[in-house]
């Protein structure tokens, strides 16, 4: 099993910037792929980005040039730095972690709201 605790959201104005932690536990050396998804009440989860174990990254073509995705191995933390922050970025983020071999994310965070104002 994994566990996976995220924090770091709050509340920002348009063109600010958080960033958001994830530390995972448990069988961590299971883990291929790291993930940031985002959902917003009445539209579909969307995956913001991704990384993997060699360092390899992709994002969502809505947060290219803003967001960053990141990993800290030695400790078990992956990041996702958010900058100019727009209204549309508001939804619960959720950190998902890959387990070796399966193809999918299988392990997910709480949760945690960023809200943007405009």
């Known amino acids: 099993q994994v566990q996976l605790v995220e924090s770091g959201g709050g509340l920002v104005q348009a063109g600010g910037s958080l960033r958001l932690s994830c530390v995972a536990s448990?069988?961590?050396?299971?883990?291929?792929?790291m993930g940031w998804y985002r959902q917003a009440p009445g539209k579909q989860r969307e995956l913001v980005a991704g990384?993997?174990?060699?360092?390899?990254?992709w994002n969502a073509d809505s947060v290219k040039g803003r967001f960053t995705i990141s990993r800290d191995n030695a400790k078990n933390t992956t990041y996702l730095q958010m900058n100019s922050l727009k209204a549309d970025d508001t939804a619960v983020y959720y950190c998902?972690?890959?387990?070796?071999?399966?193809?999918?994310?299988?392990?997910w965070g709480q949760g945690t709201q960023v809200t943007v104002s405009s």
């Open positions: 990384i993997t174990s060699g360092g390899i990254t």
């Open positions: 448990g069988s961590i050396f299971s883990i291929d792929v």
């Open positions: 998902a972690a890959a387990p070796r071999g399966l193809g999918r994310y299988a392990y």
